[in-house]
T-cell receptor
Framework: GAGVSQSPSNKVTEKGKDVELRCDPISGHTALYWYRQSLGQGLEFLIYFQGNSAPDKSGLPSDRFSAERTGGSVSTLTIQRTQQEDSAVYLC?????????????FGEGSRLTVL | KQEVTQIPAALSVPEGENLVLNCSFTDSAIYNLQWFRQDPGKGLTSLLLIQSSQREQTSGRLNASLDKSSGRSTLYIAASQPGDSATYLCAAPNSGYSTLTFGKGTMLLVSP
């Protein structure tokens, strides 16, 4: 596709369940980011992938959060044993250049609601 | 760690006005700064990316300036239209890291 694609667009789950969020970046973009946006809060960095390098996981809020990127393309963010405070919009972005040197392109986000 | 502040938090103007949105950052050792637009329930759309070697970047009715020495950037919107209503965010790189720090945004409402 032409842009960053995220799925699902909306996810409602019960507390304690696991969820998986998917991001399909723009073809050829080597950098991929996950951010979280909570109501009334700014964007919070979660994790960064660059090519085949080890990801920067410094933003993950707890060990319930994990992410992987297969084949340098599609990424999956997994939240285990979801809590109500995990409710937020999870945004994925990709960039054609590494680090912060290039323009960021965002997907529409996955809105997660934990009941 | 980089801190980004945007003023004002909200702005309401009548159609046709020129307006300025402000962004300040604490760590001036940046090599670029980006402005984004976010419509309700949507992701972020990149508006302008200013490299540290530039002082201004223009796209249509939008003009962004960057003053590293003072830690400030401004987004100027000329002849505002109701379709410009959205939240505008600026983002600055974190020195030594491959991440961006975002401001909390300015929510703009342009009335017909």
């Amino acid at each position: 596709g032409a842009g960053v694609s995220q799925s699902p667009s909306n996810k409602v789950t019960e507390k304690g369940k696991d969820v998986e969020l998917r991001c399909d970046p723009i073809s050829g973009h080597t950098a991929l980011y996950w951010y979280r946006q909570s109501l009334g809060q700014g964007l919070e960095f979660l994790i960064y992938f660059q090519g085949n390098s080890a990801p920067d996981k410094s933003g993950l809020p707890s060990d319930r959060f994990s992410a992987e990127r297969t084949g340098g393309s599609v990424s999956t963010l997994t939240i285990q044993r979801t809590q109500q405070e995990d409710s937020a919009v999870y945004l994925c972005a990709s960039s054609p250049r590494p680090g912060n040197t290039g323009e960021l392109f965002f997907g529409e986000g996955s809105r997660l609601t934990v009941l | 760690k980089q801190e980004v502040t945007q003023i004002p938090a909200a702005l309401s103007v009548p159609e046709g006005e020129n307006l300025v949105l402000n962004c300040s950052f604490t760590d001036s050792a940046i090599y670029n700064l980006q402005w984004f637009r976010q419509d309700p329930g949507k992701g972020l759309t990149s508006l302008l990316l200013i490299q540290s070697s530039q002082r201004e970047q223009t796209s249509g009715r939008l003009n962004a300036s960057l003053d590293k020495s003072s830690g400030r950037s401004t987004l100027y919107i000329a002849a505002s239209q109701p379709g410009d209503s959205a939240t505008y965010l600026c983002a600055a790189p974190n020195s030594g890291y491959s991440t961006l720090t975002f401001g909390k945004g300015t929510m703009l409402l342009v009335s017909p």
